[in-house]
């Protein structure tokens, strides 16, 4: 699987954006971008996926530029409750192995009141 | 609320002792992963199983062993503890055996050694 960078940490004011910046240069064509969050010592929670094109649900945007080397997480409206580590993981839908998810270090985001 | 359930939330035992984490999926996956989250070796993939049937082996250790029951509950059996076991243990179900994106985690047990 890919290797992504992400920034250690970062502040959003509450009610802003907050754009969450992954690099992933060695991505392979069949790779996609995912992003997870984890809220202090709970449970990963998936937020988005994509391969090439950008995404929007209800939680969050994801960005991907067309040269597909990065990419952008946006939660729109940040809140309090968004604060979290955010991972970035690339990696295959399926390739018939048995690899599964591992997690790198992530972001930690910080909503400020 | 993910729909995962895990019990028990919190566990202190003792080295050399052999612990069992539960598992209860989301009504209707058949698919169960066992994750382990220590301070210093981030979130690691253990073992996978679908539909009673192991599915996927990750860093799971040979003193570590799993199983999944025909109600598609499963159990996590930690044996000869040491210290460092000490994590957090994630459990995540999905409906199918292999979408990366659809694994739903439980809010995880604290197991303590001391």
């Known amino acids: ?113 | 609320d993910s729909g995962v359930t895990q019990t028990p939330k919190h566990l202190i035992t003792a080295t050399g002792q052999r612990v069992t984490l539960r598992c209860s999926p989301r009504s209707g996956d058949l698919s169960v992963y066992w994750y382990q989250q220590s301070l210093d070796q981030g979130l690691q993939f253990l073992i996978q199983y679908y539909n009673g049937e192991e599915r996927a082996k990750g860093n799971i250790l040979e003193r570590f062993s799993a199983q999944q029951f025909p109600d598609l509950h499963s159990e996590l059996n930690l044996s000869s503890l040491e210290l460092g076991d000490s994590a957090l243990y994630f459990c995540a179900s999905s409906p199918r055996r292999s979408p990366f994106y659809e694994q739903y985690f439980g809010p995880g047990t604290r197991l303590t050694v001391t």
């Not at chain 1, 064509?29 to 209800?58: A, C, D």
């Not at chain 1, 969050?60 to 729109?76: F, H, N, Q, V």
């Open chain 1, 1 to 113: 699987d890919a290797k992504t960078t992400q920034p250690t940490s970062m502040d959003c004011a509450e009610g802003r954006a907050a754009n969450l910046p992954c690099n992933h240069s060695t991505i392979s064509g069949n790779e996609y971008v995912y992003w997870y969050r984890q809220i202090h010592s709970q449970g990963p929670q998936y937020i988005i996926h994509g391969l090439k094109n950008n995404e929007t649900n209800e939680m969050a945007s994801l960005i991907i530029t067309e040269d597909r080397k990065s990419s952008t997480l946006i939660l729109p409206h940040a809140t309090l409750r968004d604060t979290a580590v955010y991972y970035c993981i690339v990696r295959v839908e399926w390739d018939g192995s048995a690899r599964q998810l591992t997690f790198g270090s992530g972001t930690q985001l910080t909503v400020l009141p």
